[in-house]
């Protein structure tokens, strides 16, 4: 049983590999994303995460398990970890299945993702330490769960509105924007 999984670049792409798989455990775009699809099978199935550069040299090798707080950069996943909610909770499956089959094919979904991911951890770092975090973990837990709501009802236009408004608001709020 492979107990490593590898973050590598194939081509134009990046994949996420099991050691001793014959197939690619998930295709992306960027490192990033190849990253983060593998970090969610690690945390499934107990794996170690080896990220190798465009070269092929090894960057980092990450023990998911053990740092879990080593990938705050997603709002969302900052707030489940405040209410202590599991990795895989609804909330993290419906917005992870969002990006990857709604907001990744519109016009400008990617650099909505991207400008995300380069915002996030900034944030995240803010958030956690405010004062007052368990009132903007609220609400923003509260919107949410409205975007989640909305997905359900394949309102997916509002829900990307939320999206981009809760980062948006949080820009404003620390006077990053």
């Not at 593998?38 to 023990?63: C, D, F, S, W, Y």
């Not at 990744?104 to 007052?132: C, F, H, M, R």
């Amino acid at each position: 049983m492979a107990k490593t999984i590898r973050v590598r670049k194939d081509g134009n792409v990046w994949i996420a590999k099991k050691d001793g798989s014959s197939r690619a455990s998930a295709i992306r775009n960027t490192q990033r994303e190849a990253y983060l699809a593998a970090r969610e099978i690690a945390l499934n199935q107990g794996l170690t995460i080896t990220v190798h550069a465009p070269n092929g040299q090894i960057q980092k090798v990450v023990h998911p398990k053990e740092n879990l707080n080593e990938d705050d950069c997603f709002i969302t996943t900052a707030c489940v970890r405040y209410y202590n909610l599991p990795d895989n909770c609804y909330q993290l499956q419906k917005l992870r299945s969002f990006r990857d089959n709604y907001l990744k094919n519109q016009k400008d979904g990617n650099d909505l993702i991207q400008q995300y991911y380069s915002v996030a951890p900034t944030l995240v770092k803010l958030l956690n330490e405010q004062t007052n975090k368990g009132n903007l973990f609220r609400e923003i837990f509260h919107q949410i769960n409205t975007a989640c709501a909305l997905i359900e009802i394949k309102e997916n236009a509002k829900a990307k509105n939320i999206y981009i408004q809760v980062v948006s608001n949080l820009l404003k709020y620390f006077q990053l924007s």
